[in-house]
């Protein structure tokens, strides 16, 4: 660790930590955040020319106490004329925020693309947002470790400077925070840190979310993870051979889409990832055998995460291959079929007002009292369900219920032949139904078809996680 002062124009900023493991860009984000000057436009002057975003610290000769001069020229925000029309550019940052639609990128910190695609997809759930913004700093407890508390503390941040800005936000407490708590993101080859699985990065901060994000941390009135990601499975695991069968249940945070040659829709993906073999041992037989395992969605959550299974390990290589197969993906997925008997009860009043609510939406004929006898024997139960209820907080509020149906709101993808290696994105969809490219710290809008064509089948950027959000019924009852 390296204590510099920096000169900006006529102003001199003393005690600036460089932290000599990490590539100079963070150094850069550094002084971004001090000078208002974006990465791209300092010119940093050290031995043997200008500064470059991936120079080797211990090639460059900086020592501890050495002053560095830096030219660039800040963003600045044009002022209005005292009379005439108001632009975007001329209103305060978390104005200038409000007006465009959408939220900041991120810079890339140096092979940081599957944690920035992984933090915009997750930022475009508001009632994660909520949850997190109701965490304070002293909420720690419960046996929770400080690093979760830490990565808890800094995804809120991040967050809010998300919403708040208008300019690329430079998330190094949050990646410094992930790192600690998780030191496989940390890992080097050549002193250069190494791109990382986003599926994994994705996995372990809902994870570390859902043990920091509880009753007794935030308010009652916030969603645990639970309810927002959570998906609760109910198994037959059945042994050909032996005859033996057992159920077993289980709790996971995404559904798996298995890629194989006769998958050609997230459908038949989810539909193969949900019956899989196992070998473990037999009692009855006293040795090992094959199990099948059948699962079924007992529960569902507000916000369905599904991950396309594109990578495996390849012996030969030695790294994470990637299965290119093109797999279509809908913007309206429906669940039902993949529910055990006991929730599809459940969904069908809920499904049945959903119809109505649409049918009368474009003055379609509803059901009404008219609705199947299967539908009403499954009604009187999803009325007595309170797992199906969203809000229950208010009485007077109409309830909202989950009906088996989401609609597509985020999407990450990976573009290349590894998962270490390439370039991940998310895409986010807008309230007002626009979709936003995050590529680091360049949003680009983009159209509906636009994310129909990430479904895969060659080099371009492909969905690898799909993010999918409830359409809900509401009952007045």
Not at 310 to 316: L, N
Request: charged share 25%; hydrophobic share 35%.
């Amino acid at each position: 660790m390296l204590t510099v002062s920096v000169k900006w124009q006529k102003q001199v900023f003393p005690g600036i930590e460089i932290d000599t493991s990490q590539p100079p860009i963070v150094f850069k984000s550094q002084l971004y955040t001090l000078t208002g000057v974006p990465p791209e436009r300092q010119k940093i002057m050290v031995k043997g020319g200008i500064l470059k975003d991936d120079a080797d610290w211990s090639t460059l000769a900086v020592k501890d106490g050495q002053k560095l001069m830096m030219i660039g020229t800040a963003d600045e925000i044009v002022k209005a004329p005292e009379k005439g029309p108001v632009f975007v550019e001329d209103l305060p940052e978390e104005e200038q925020a409000v007006a465009l639609g959408h939220s900041a990128g991120l810079y890339n910190l140096g092979n940081t693309c599957y944690m920035n695609s992984t933090l915009q997809c997750l930022h475009s759930v508001p009632e994660l947002k909520s949850a997190l913004l109701s965490y304070s700093d002293t909420a720690r407890g419960n046996g929770i470790d400080q690093a979760s508390h830490s990565l808890t503390l800094a995804t809120r941040n991040t967050f809010g400077e998300l919403d708040q800005s208008v300019r690329p936000v430079a998330p190094l407490q949050f990646l410094q925070t992930l790192r600690k708590k998780y030191p496989q993101f940390a890992q080097q080859h050549n002193n250069v840190y190494m791109q990382q699985d986003a599926e994994e990065c994705w996995t372990q901060l809902v994870y570390t979310l859902s043990q920091t994000l509880t009753s007794d941390a935030s308010e009652s009135a916030a969603l645990s993870m639970k309810q927002l990601f959570g998906i609760d499975l109910v198994s037959r695991v059945h042994c050909a051979e032996s005859g033996e069968e057992s159920m077993e249940t289980e709790s996971v945070y995404s559904l798996k889409c298995h890629i194989s040659q006769d998958v050609n829709h997230l459908h038949e993906g989810l539909k193969h990832g949900l019956k899989t073999e196992l070998e473990k041992v037999s009692p009855a037989l006293g040795r090992t055998a094959i199990y099948t395992r059948e699962s079924r969605i007992n529960e569902l959550p507000r916000y369905l995460t599904v991950q396309f299974v594109r990578f495996f390990w390849k012996r030969e290589s030695n790294q994470k291959a990637k299965i290119l197969r093109k797999v279509d993906y809908p913007l309206e997925l429906d669940v039902y079929d993949f529910c055990s008997d006991e929730l599809k009860q459940k969904l069908q009043a809920p499904r049945q007002m959903l119809r109505d609510a649409e049918n009368a939406k474009f003055g379609l004929k509803t059901q009404g009292k008219a609705s199947s006898s299967k539908e009403n024997e499954g009604s009187s139960s999803a009325g007595d369900s309170s797992s199906m209820d969203i809000d229950k907080a208010d009485p007077a509020v109409p309830k909202k219920q989950l009906t088996g149906v989401y609609d597509l709101v985020a999407v990450l993808t990976h573009k290349g032949r590894s998962a270490d290696s390439g370039h991940y994105v998310g895409w986010v969809k807008q309230d007002d139904g626009k979709w936003i490219e995050f590529d680091d710290d360049n949003p680009n809008i983009r159209k509906e078809e636009d994310i129909l064509k990430l479904s895969g089948g060659g080099d371009w950027h492909m969905a690898y996680i799909c993010l999918y959000k409830a359409r809900v019924a509401e009952s007045k009852s």
